[in-house]
């Protein structure tokens, strides 16, 4: 279903420079470089927004995606784009560029801000934090040493269940700093022949 507004908004927005679409949150990303300014998922285009351009993106009517977490609802940044805006795709264009900048932006700052324990690492939380401290994984560093894959097979050692093949990712995306969902099947395969 969304495979029609994914295209259209490809083709609008490709001369903003290397844009490509991942799956996401559902629907598909929308990517320049390695920067997600956009989201195309519910059959609509959302265009992120950031502290300066959210005010605005309410009063005009424009309203935050939402999906939910481990069945929490999380309200993301990006805001659906009202369908008569397709009328006039230059204010796409105009406002994804201010979009592709507030990403370009919030993923600088993010990188110069280092997380200080495991638990914000992006996929993990505090109950991975305490799994992989009974391991004897107490600092990112040692996380990072150790890899996704030698970690994961210390926790199965551990465990009473069965691990999820999920936190095989959720750990590797941690790792490099990116969402579980964004690691490259061919990564997959390979971690998978080792495991």
């Not at 994961?152 to 790792?175: D, H, M, P, R, V």
Request: hydrophobic share 40%; net charge positive.
């Amino acid at each position: 279903m969304d495979k029609a507004i994914l295209k259209n908004s490809l083709k609008l927005l490709d001369h903003l420079g290397n844009v490509k679409s991942r799956s996401m949150f559902g629907g598909f990303g929308i990517f320049a470089g390695e920067a997600m300014f956009a989201l195309v998922v519910n059959n609509k285009l959302h265009l992120r927004a950031n502290s300066k351009t959210e005010e605005e993106f309410k009063q005009a009517g424009l309203e935050p995606y939402i999906y939910k977490k481990r069945g929490f609802p999380v309200t993301t940044k990006h805001h659906a784009i009202l369908d008569e805006w397709w009328e006039h795709p230059e204010k796409i264009v105009e406002q994804a560029k201010y979009s592709l900048k507030a990403a370009q932006e919030d993923k600088k700052a993010k990188e110069c801000c280092t997380p200080d324990r495991i638990k914000d690492l992006p996929n993990l939380r505090l109950s991975n934090e305490r799994m992989l401290k009974k391991i004897g994984i107490k600092t990112i560093e040692q996380l990072h040493n150790i890899g996704a894959l030698e970690a994961y097979k210390a926790l199965q050692k551990t465990q009473e269940t069965t691990l999820s093949i999920e936190l095989l990712w959720a750990l590797e995306g941690a790792i490099h700093g990116q969402h579980w969902s964004v690691i490259p099947e061919s990564r997959r395969n390979e971690l998978l022949a080792k495991l």
